[in-house]
């Protein structure tokens, strides 16, 4: 089973018909389960005041030019210690179904997806996007991820520089990881990874 997640947030950007073609897709061809659930303060699910000075605390440093990491850290690592545990219940619930089998594939978000595979030892496989931020604590815990992974990067992402993508890349202390590097800015992934990544998750997910 593959269970793709992405912050719905993050899918508005991107374009949710794309979100939904993909989850299709892999369901229609591959025979994969696919589920997604919001992360706390995305899509439909309610933001605080603090969900909205991140937001507009890192706009500004991005415009200033100003280091973003303190900001980051402060935001995401709280945000995935509410995440993952709503991931292994989804987990819990979808894997009580009679026609859902594991083993788990997890598409989504970065920083959720290093500390579940770190956490949860019913994912067997990940694909992962690069150009997302992700806290210095977070890049430790990269080390601890010794399942098969799948990274993909923008080179020309007008958001991040390739150098930290790169360098988390390296940080993973799998074994068996393969780097998918592609022209183009921050939305212009092509469409053939999707069927890259599914491929991918159809050797690891047997």
């Not at 719905?8 to 994969?32: D, M």
């Amino acid at each position: 089973m593959a269970t793709a997640h992405s912050q719905r947030a993050a899918a508005r950007y991107l374009g949710i018909p794309r979100l939904v073609a993909r989850a299709r897709h892999y369901a229609a061809e591959y025979g994969f389960a696919v589920a997604a659930i919001d992360a706390p303060g995305c899509g439909d699910r309610p933001r605080s005041a603090a969900d909205e000075q991140f937001r507009a605390d890192l706009r500004r440093a991005m415009q200033a030019g100003e280091p973003v990491d303190e900001i980051v850290d402060a935001f995401i690592v709280p945000l995935v210690e509410k995440a993952v545990p709503e991931w292994r219940t989804t987990l819990d619930a979808l894997l009580s179904l009679p026609e859902i089998g594991g083993p788990v594939g997890y598409d989504g978000m970065i920083a959720i997806g290093i500390r579940l595979a770190v956490a949860e030892p019913r994912i067997s496989a990940a694909a992962f996007f690069g150009q997302t931020f992700v806290p210095n604590t977070l890049r430790e815990e990269a080390r601890q991820v010794t399942i098969p992974l799948q990274f993909l990067m923008q080179w020309d992402d007008e958001g991040m520089e390739r150098q930290p993508v790169l360098d988390l890349f390296d940080a993973f202390g799998t074994k068996e990881k393969t780097l998918h590097a592609n022209l183009g800015g921050h939305t212009g992934t092509p469409w053939f990874e999707v069927d890259d990544a599914a491929r991918f998750f159809a050797r690891h997910l047997k």
